[in-house]
Structure formats: structure tokens, C-alpha cells
């Protein structure tokens, strides 16, 4: 097999985009941990489930919204338990499964949280974008996305992305 070595194009971009998703995940890691005490994967979580019917979701299909493999979650719900953010439950419609719920206390971190999460980002990426460099980083990144897990019949195959397991949506009963 034959490397195919980057071009210097090639090299310069990987190694920007590298820079800049690093710097750009501790500016909002840190922001986070200042202003809510927690890493940036909790806020996710929390942000997950406020939008999701109910405020919970299956935690595989939370998992797979995430990007993240099952025991990286459960650890960052066990901890948000422990906090009084969330909760499980059993997911009355697949046995095999438990449902991570937003509480109460969870929503109004999560909006004490927000307009400073908001801000960050902002002055992080959006600030520094045109418009149209805000549509093409979206078209940018959702093709990487779509080929990283097995959409449009290149990069990695579906069933070997590690958040992805095959079950019906819960809660509620499955169709028909």
C-alpha cells in the first residue's frame, strides 16, 4: 500500500484545524468550569435533554447525540446524578435500556449557564467568521460528520461507530 502523504495545502489546514479545535475546546471548557463548575460534556448533556421531549432521552440515543461511547456518558450522568442535574429511570418500552431525565434543579443551571456558554462561543468562533464562512464551516462539518459515520458509502462503516447500537426509541411504545 502506498501512502498518500499530505500535500503542503493539506498540512497547513490539518494542522490549523488542530490548533483551532483544541484552542477553541478549552476556551469553552474553561468558561464552563468558571461560571457552572463543570466540563463542557456536562453542559452537553444538560443541553441534550432540555431539548428533548420530556427532557429525556434514551441513554443510547443520548450517547449517540453526544458523539461518545455509552461508559463515557454514563460516568457524566453518574456525576450529574450525584449533582442533582439528572436522573435515570427505566425506559418502560425496552428493558435492556435506562432514560437519563433533566430534573428541575438541572433546567436552571443549565439556563443560569447558558447566556455565558452563548457568549463564549460567540466571542470564540462566531465573532471571528463572516457569513459566509459560517455556512461553509457548517457544510464543512457536516460533510466530515456524514463520512465519519458511514453516510454516502465512504469512511467508517456505521456499525463501527462506538456510540451507535441498533434499538427502538423510547419512551413510549414502539410503532404499530
Known amino acids: 500500500m502506498t501512502t498518500r502523504w499530505l500535500t503542503p495545502e493539506e498540512q497547513r489546514a490539518w494542522r490549523a484545524y488542530i490548533a483551532a479545535s483544541q484552542l477553541l475546546e478549552d476556551a ?18 444538560l443541553a441534550n435533554l432540555s431539548e428533548a421531549p420530556g427532557r429525556k432521552l434514551r441513554m443510547t440515543d443520548l450517547a449517540e447525540k453526544l458523539k461518545i461511547t455509552r461508559s463515557r ?19 418502560r418500552w425496552d428493558r435492556r435500556s435506562s432514560l437519563a431525565a433533566l ?13 455565558g456558554h452563548i457568549e463564549a462561543v460567540r466571542a470564540a468562533l462566531f465573532d471571528r467568521l463572516t457569513p459566509e464562512q459560517v455556512g461553509q464551516l457548517e457544510d464543512i462539518c457536516t460533510g ?13 462503516a456505521a456499525e463501527d461507530v462506538p456510540w451507535r447500537r441498533r434499538s427502538s426509541p423510547c419512551p413510549g411504545p414502539p410503532p404499530g
Not at 471548557?29 to 452537553?44: I, K, N, T, V, W
Open 28 to 45: 469553552i471548557d474553561r468558561q464552563l468550569q468558571q461560571e457552572a463548575g463543570m466540563p463542557h460534556l456536562f453542559y452537553s448533556v
Open 73 to 91: 456518558l454514563t460516568y457524566a450522568v453518574t456525576r450529574l446524578e450525584r449533582d442533582g442535574l439528572v436522573r435515570r429511570e427505566d425506559c
Open 103 to 115: 430534573t428541575g434543579e438541572g433546567m436552571a443551571v443549565l439556563e443560569r449557564t447558558a447566556p
Open 144 to 156: 466530515i460528520t456524514r463520512g465519519l459515520q458511514g453516510e454516502g458509502g465512504t469512511g467508517t
